[in-house]
């Protein structure tokens, strides 16, 4: 059940930015993690790449990424 909701808190696909081919890849090394990524679209020049690891491994650093 964590490791659903940690993935509900991903981007389900990168969305279609001009001049950017962006992919990801999740697979932690347990069954949750406290890996995050997210892409923002700001405006037409303007994109926020998110990347966050959360000290850690397992359950508490799933659930401590889910509140940051």
Do not use: C, H
């Amino acid at each position: 059940m964590v490791a659903e909701t940690q993935l509900s808190f991903l981007p389900k696909k990168m969305p279609d930015i001009k001049g950017l081919n962006l992919a990801a890849y999740f697979r932690p090394l347990v069954n949750v993690s406290g890996d995050y990524y997210d892409v923002l679209p700001i405006d037409e020049d303007n994109t926020l790449l998110l990347l966050g690891d959360v000290s850690g491994k397992g359950l508490a650093a799933a659930l401590l990424m889910g509140v940051i």
